[in-house]
């Protein structure tokens, strides 16, 4: 098939979505680890994707889970740990990653904070986006949208497209309540609102208020293919995640949407026809 549909979003292209890094390159790297976003850079993606979770002392960092149980080797909520308490953690044996005793990979193994995780796509010498998101229901609540933002600012990211059209970074949840503290306190930040299935009264295609880009799952377009058309008739742009499969792939192309996130980036790129970024 051909990829010969004009872009919307700040993707890499006119013939091409955008290609986002799940987790990192999270098929061959553990998960939200400094190792699986420099892959997921030397493959080429045009973005990455991470999860942001507070600790019991204030900072970000990485993990999807509510408890570290599965992507390490130690138990307990994220918001109930110190940021200490988790870089003691083991967070690559899960994958097979186990740290040498004497020669321990710790780009593989030790927890990322949003804070590094800015930091390399900065040094990364070409422009990477990132696509955040909020995890919601927390203990912390509206503290982390307010972190996140403090934090953006530091890096002067927390602003719309450039001259050249290229969103930096975009913040998602499936929340629309974290997506509204963030438009209220940062408007030019883009917003993604995530779906694991459409409620009745966005089957037209709306979105809560002020959010401009819808994130459906790649289930969603498989049992509704419909619904991306009507997005786009409503002004959305569409993010899906997680799309893995080449069929899938397929299908997000033949409906047009602006951005696929996935586990692995450079197999996407290579069916999109799109050799990784020297």
């Known amino acids: 098939m051909t990829y010969a549909r004009q872009a919307r979003d700040d993707g890499p292209g006119p013939h091409s979505p955008s290609v986002v890094a799940h987790r990192g390159a999270s098929d061959a790297e553990p998960e939200h680890t400094l190792a699986a976003y420099r892959r997921a850079i030397e493959d080429g ?39 200490a ?5 083991d967070f690559g ?24 995780l800015l930091e390399l796509v900065a040094d990364a010498g070409r422009p990477v986006g990132l696509a955040i998101e909020t995890k919601h229901p927390t203990r912390w609540a509206g503290q982390v949208e307010e972190r996140l ?51 009745p009264r966005l089957r037209d295609g709306r979105l809560p208020a002020g959010v401009g880009i819808a994130g459906p799952s790649v289930r969603i377009l498989r049992n509704h293919p419909g619904f991306v058309a009507r997005l786009h008739r409503a002004g959305h742009r569409v993010h899906v995640w997680t799309v893995n499969e080449p069929a899938d792939v397929e299908l997000c192309v033949r409906l047009g949407v602006e951005a696929i996130i996935t586990n692995r980036p450079r197999q996407v790129l290579a069916q999109l026809g799109r050799a990784p970024r020297p």
Do not use: I
């Open 85 to 89: 308490d988790l870089a003691a953690l």
């Open 45 to 83: 993606a045009d973005a990455l994707e991470c999860d942001v979770r507070l600790t019991a002392d204030g900072h970000l960092v990485c993990v999807h889970d509510r408890r570290v149980n599965r992507t390490s080797n130690g138990r307990g909520a994220v918001s109930s740990l110190e940021l």
């Open 93 to 116: 044996s899960w994958k097979g990653q186990a740290a040498d005793a004497e020669l321990p990979d710790r780009d593989s193994t030790t927890v990322l904070t949003l804070e590094r």
């Open 149 to 199: 933002l403090t934090l953006l600012r530091r890096f002067g990211l927390d602003g719309g497209p450039t001259e050249a059209g290229h969103a930096p970074v975009r913040v998602m949840s499936f929340s629309a309540r974290s997506l509204h503290r963030v438009r209220a306190a940062a408007p030019e930040l883009p917003t993604v609102y995530l779906m694991q299935f459409v409620s």
